[in-house]
């Protein structure tokens, strides 16, 4: 019993960072129809902004910070002078841009900070708390995670139900000609979007980073998880990508831990497998394809 509730907390630690990631995915897809593969990579060159931060000014706090920004801004512009011409243009474009960008921006990472291994810092230990008399496989880190991402998700809901700004963001998204005709700068509010899920990403990468260590392609395993529960949710849905993003940690969790850490991607791969088979739009989309 205590090794599954072991594997469970695990898995719903690494779950809700690849629901973030997921989320960053279908906002991006559901305002501009684009699959952004170079999302890992953006997060992964943010936090060595982070890693160099920590090396000139030694504060965790100060260097996620900056890798956020830092997302918000490398998002924007990526969507305002790189996407944003082949948005309209056939799908295949937009993903060989976005593929061509993975690519890039490692070998640029690799360029300027080598490709070794670089350590990030924790704000809290990674010791696993005692409960009872009994050591979890749950630290104070790993609570930290899980409510950093769990607040920024709170705060995405607010945004897009409550404000001014997301609901011009979901006009933009669903019906952005009529949306021009109220009077709303689409353009402005998709490369918003952009910056907010590479903000989330660069976020992301920040927490994940400890665990990991650094490199040019520490993050691309996150991604593809990311990737896998975002289809399985539906990339139309944000509550899909969450949900998706804890089955898939929770599944890779109770795979690696009671079959072995090298089936774990089979997991993943079968989970996805049986959802496109029986639900091939995911989970959580809906049954008619939305029309823009």
Known sequence: MGRFVDLTLRGATNGFCYSAVALGLVM???????????????????????VTVVEHHGSYWLAVGVAVVSGAVLGG???????????????????????GLLVAIEALAGMIWGG??????????????????ERVAFSAFDIYILGSIVVVLGLLVVLFRFTAVGLRMR????????????????GRSLTLGWALASALGA?????????LLVSPNFMDAVFIYGFTAAVIGGLESPVGAVVGGLGTGLVLSYVGGYLGSPVEDL?????LMVVL???????????????V
Request: aromatic share 8%; glycine share 8%.
């Open 171 to 186: 006009a933009s998204a669903f019906a952005p000609e009529v949306a021009r005709l109220l009077g709303v700068r689409v």
């Open 28 to 50: 991006i897809w559901r305002a501009t129809r684009i699959l952004n593969f170079a999302q890992g990579a953006m997060a992964m060159l943010t936090t060595y902004i982070a």
């Open 203 to 211: 976020l992301v990468g920040a927490l994940v980073a400890p665990g």
């Open 267 to 271: 997991g993943a791969l079968a989970m």
């Open 77 to 99: 512009l990526i969507e305002r002078f790189v996407v944003r011409p082949v948005e309209h243009r056939p799908p295949l474009n937009a993903v060989i841009v976005t593929l």
């Open 116 to 133: 070794g291994l670089r350590p990030f810092p924790t704000p809290f230990s990674q010791l696993g708390l005692v409960v009872g008399h």
């Open 277 to 291: 088979m029986v639900r091939p739009q995911g989970l959580f989309a809906p049954v008619s394809e939305r029309r």
